[in-house]
């Protein structure tokens, strides 16, 4: 929906193709945060140390379903390859790029779309619960600091005076300098959907099922109900399905569904006012219209298999140790699980195609598809209008090495 809204205003009229309504996608069930200060790859050194561990516990924060691993082997060994010291500033200094902007880009289609009130600029919160903890992200600190974002650090006791709930269990606390929040991510797309409709777009909600090519130019696309469309120019934006319609193209790409999941709490027995995230445990818990949202986990199984509602279970786990005053599991929440596209390097694929010259393509954020879409939405539409990016786009070329 970026993509489009950026595309209508560089003059282009937009027609998106989706299996799902606006909004339904993995952006529909994410913590909510704008995370410009997120440079770190999703995997690095000191936490590719854990991964054994939390391999062998199927409610772990990461695993992967024995069944996918022979298909999911290849990027798991190339996810190894990119966590080397060498790699990880690289990738750190790319993805440092996609984060200049990011604000901005959000602000400017939010507020295009009239709905610039569901942003929230009340920066996230590190929670450290001892000296080990704190140590151990030393180097987070220090390469986030390198691009700008110097967290402001607040003792534990300032902490309970920002969130009276938490944990007393807090050696000290961080500010993300960093974290902004989408109050309902959900709501966002669908509002932006409705403004590519007002704008003259069109959405269709169909299941491509072919792309033909002359060999230079993509032509047409084969609809599962609507038959064929006619292309002039076409944008890949399919999110974990990415790579099957990339692989059509010519093209083809490491990407694998990395699946979180995520329990809504419209009465949690807590009161919070920013997202909270914690050192010694991967995801977040965050304010959602209404309620919380305890987000996170990484799942490697694929697009198909059916979820694994102990996953959501155990993220209440996680926010019990946070908030000890969080109600318990009673059946009035409602749990999801979503597909993020993650390429092995946690860098996104922002490119032309190599294959067709009417072709680009726009995916595989991982985590960040939330922060980083809208700038790869105006990424794109300044390159389909033959625009020079203010940004180098090597890094995210579809036929990088990973």
Known sequence: MSSAIFLQREGYGVTVIDKAPPGEGASFGNAGGVVVSSIMPTVHPRMLLKIPGWLLDPKGPVTVRLRHLPKALPWLLALGRNSMPDRVRKISAA????????????????AHAGASDLLALDDGLQIYGSKADY??????????????????????????????????????????DGWQRIKNP???????????????????????????????????????????????????CAGAWSHELARMLGSKVLLEAERGYHVLMQNPGISLSRAITHAAQPGAVTPHEGGI??????????????????????????????????????????????????????????????????????????????????????????????????????????????
């Open 95 to 110: 993805r440092a790029q996609l984060g200049l902007r990011a604000l901005k880009d959000h602000k400017t289609i939010l």
């Open 135 to 176: 140590d151990s992200y030393a180097k987070w600190r220090a390469v986030r600091a390198e691009y700008g974002y110097k967290g402001r650090e607040i003792t534990g006791e300032e902490a309970h005076e920002i969130e009276p709930d938490l944990t007393p269990e807090i050696y000290r606390a961080e500010f993300w």
């Open 186 to 236: 959900h709501t966002m797309v669908v509002r932006l959907a409705e403004q590519v409709t007002r704008d003259g777009g069109t959405i269709i909600q169909d299941q491509v099922m072919r792309i033909d090519n002359d060999g230079k130019r993509a032509t047409a696309i084969h609809l599962q109900n609507g038959g064929e469309q006619k292309l002039e120019n076409l944008c890949i």
């Open 293 to 402: 949202k305890l987000a996170g986990s990484d799942e490697i199984a694929g697009n198909e298999a059916p979820p694994d509602w102990r996953r959501a279970d155990q993220l209440h786990v996680y926010g019990k140790r946070l908030f000890p005053k969080l109600r318990a599991l009673d059946g009035s929440e409602s749990k999801w699980m979503g597909r993020r596209p993650g390429t092995p390097d946690s860098l996104p694929v922002i490119s032309p195609s190599p294959k067709l010259a009417n072709v680009w393509y726009g995916f595989g954020h991982g985590h960040l598809g939330l922060s980083w879409g809208p700038t790869t939405g105006r990424l794109l539409s300044e390159m389909i209008s033959g625009r020079q990016p203010n940004t180098d786009l090597a890094a995210f070329k579809i036929d990088r090495s990973m």
